[in-house]
Every structure is written in structure tokens, then in C-alpha cells.
């Protein structure tokens, strides 16, 4: 689906305020909230406002956005106090865990991550 913005889909609500979000940061291509299940004391998702389903397709669709992304999330990071310890994690197929398939970036952070050790 490359349709920008897409009925059923829960992250294109939240951009939308239909339904809430923890709104932490926005720019005008790209907002970030807070994971309704952290699984951090910092994680934060942050999503294109325009409905693409990975971010794959998000960097097919539109080089702007995709860096708007990465900057938010970067920002976010600054923001929340951890600019130089965080992770960025991107999901992409069932398989991987994606389970909602509108392009985001988990940011997350304040635990130990292990070095050298990525799953
Ligand atoms: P994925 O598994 O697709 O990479 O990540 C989707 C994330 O969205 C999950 O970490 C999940 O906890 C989060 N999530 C699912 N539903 C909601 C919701 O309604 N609000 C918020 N803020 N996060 C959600
Ligand atoms: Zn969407």
C-alpha cells in the first residue's frame, strides 16, 4: 500500500489525533509518542504522518520523509536526555515483529545495552 494515508490503520489515527498518542516531539513530515508497552524506560515511536507500510517503502517513496524520521528520532533522543545511548529499531514483516505495518523507528533507551550484541 503507498496510498498516504490509510483508514485502518492505527498509526495513521494517531497522527490524525482520532485517536490518542503521548505526543513527544513533531515536525511537519513526522511525529513521535510514546509505546503504549515500553519495553524501555525510554521508547519512543516515531512515524512518517504519511501512510507508507515499512520503512523500505518509505525510502522507495520519498527521501525527505525518511530522513524526517531519523531526524525526529535523533532529536527525541537529545530530548529525553540520552543523545549518545540509544537504539534504533525498525521492524519489518511479521516474521521480524513488525505487527504495525506503518513505517516507524522504535527509539529506545536507559538500559545497559551489551556490547557487541545485537538480539
Ligand atoms: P512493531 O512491532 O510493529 O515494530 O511495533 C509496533 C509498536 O506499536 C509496538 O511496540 C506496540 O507496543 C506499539 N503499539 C501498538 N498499539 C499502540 C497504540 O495504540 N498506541 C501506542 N502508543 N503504541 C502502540
Ligand atoms: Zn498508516
Do not use: W
Not at 490518542?20 to 504522518?49: Q, T, Y
Not at 521492524?91 to 538480539?119: K, P, W
Amino acid at each position: 500500500m503507498t496510498s498516504q494515508t490509510s483508514s485502518d490503520c492505527l498509526f495513521c489515527k494517531i497522527v490524525a489525533g482520532e485517536i490518542p498518542g503521548d505526543r513527544v516531539a513533531e515536525s511537519e513530515r513526522s511525529i513521535a509518542f510514546r509505546d503504549i508497552k515500553p519495553a524501555a524506560p525510554v521508547h519512543v515511536l516515531v512515524v512518517p504522518r504519511r501512510h507508507e507500510p515499512t520503512v523500505g517503502a518509505l525510502a522507495a517513496a520519498s527521501d525527505v520523509d525518511l530522513a524526517d524520521v531519523f531526524r525526529l528520532a535523533a532529536q527525541v533522543a537529545d530530548q529525553e536526555g540520552v543523545p549518545d545511548a540509544y537504539r534504533m529499531i525498525v521492524n519489518t514483516g511479521s516474521a521480524a515483529g513488525q505487527t504495525v505495518f506503518h513505517a516507524h523507528v522504535h527509539v529506545l533507551a536507559g538500559v545497559a545495552f551489551t556490547e557487541g550484541r545485537m538480539v
